[in-house]
Nanobody, 117 residues
């Protein structure tokens, strides 16, 4: 399974960014999600989306971030609006792949999001 993330960068507070994560795999893709990790902090959940497009968000991003997926392209997106300085972090996608009866999770390489004042 290969995961390729893109879309990070530098943005001013109040601005927007869109992250993408494309999964290359011959297996069925289960849940997809985004996590983030700031320096000195633990990795935390940002948002997840299931195979039937049920989404879940961290309270800190509700109403500002939107997760979506393209089932044909096996790609998950994170639309981030009204970005705050506290959103600055390395964002990692996480993809669950169904191998037999087991779901194996894979991580992307991470993409840096920097929010300036």
């Amino acid at each position: 399974v290969q995961l390729v993330e893109s879309g990070g960068g530098l943005v001013q507070a109040g601005g927007s960014l869109r992250l993408s994560c494309a999964a290359s795999t011959r297996f069925i893709v289960a849940d997809m999600g985004w996590y983030r990790q700031a320096p000195g902090k633990e990795r935390e959940l940002v948002a997840t989306i299931s195979r039937v497009d049920n989404s879940n968000y961290a309270d800190s991003v509700k109403g500002r971030f939107t997760i979506s997926r393209d089932h044909v392209k096996n790609t998950v997106y994170l639309e981030m609006n009204n970005l705050k300085t506290e959103d600055a972090s390395v964002y990692y996608c996480n993809v669950g792949v169904l191998v037999g009866v087991e779901v194996i999770n894979y991580w992307g390489q991470g993409t840096q999001v920097t929010v300036s004042t």
